[in-house]
């Protein structure tokens, strides 16, 4: 795969994709929007690919928002386009059958902060900054941050950082809840890896049927959610996964998936 503003690697079922546009703090302009949309539609239909982890490139940023000089150009019905397509490339990451793990690597603002609340797990290094400064701008968040972040730390917290537009640091971040771990920023890859190695492990089948009944929780009411988790929890007790673990259980082992 080969993008003029991503790098990407696939090493061990494990595909590590950089936003590389460190000189610009990893901002997302329409072509780099358009290689998201690209790699992660690719990724998910690469049987060889079982998790996803997203980072920055350089040591300051994850991605600093948004194009600045695009937005300036925006009028109410390129405007609106504009923040639909932002938000069918982020819902492909969210909606993504394999786990997607962001490594925070520094300023998540914006688009930035936007696109981490897609991915499924966040991961942040000590240096982090997360925010929703669009207010600044006369603008508000338009890649599904004001509904993301809602969900996530609920709705009094997000409407105070988005109306203020404040940046809150990585410590603040994991006491709301906004990032799983906290880690140096050394450290920070290859404790996502780790995790990544951790969720290999296990079976696909179900944690691909685990993303997406966690997924449908705000878009259903309670019933039909566990009629849907119900549905998924049937179809795991099929699969030839189901039987390796529960026999390894028994046996005190450790399972042997194969994924089917």
Known sequence: MNYENLLVEIKEKIAVVKINRPDKLNALNAATMDELKNVFTELNADESVYVIILTGGGEKAFVAGADISELNKLDMISGKEFSEKGQEVFNIIENSVKPVIAA?????????????????????????????????????????????????????????????????????????????????QSELIDKALEMAQKIISKGQNAVRAAIKAVNIVDEVPGKEGQNFEASLFAICCGTEDFKEGTKAFLEKRKPKFTNT
Request: charged share 15%; proline share 2%; aromatic share 8%.
């Open 104 to 184: 925070v690597n520094g300023f998540a603002l914006g688009g930035g902060c936007e696109i981490a609340l897609a991915c499924h797990i966040r991961l942040a290094s000590e240096n982090a900054k997360f925010g929703q400064p669009e207010v600044n701008l006369g603008i508000i968040p338009g890649y599904g941050g004001t509904q993301r972040l809602s969900r996530l730390i609920n709705s009094g917290r997000a409407i105070e950082y988005i109306l203020t537009g404040d940046m809150i640091d990585a410590s603040e971040a994991f006491r709301i809840g906004l990032v799983n771990h906290v880690y140096k």
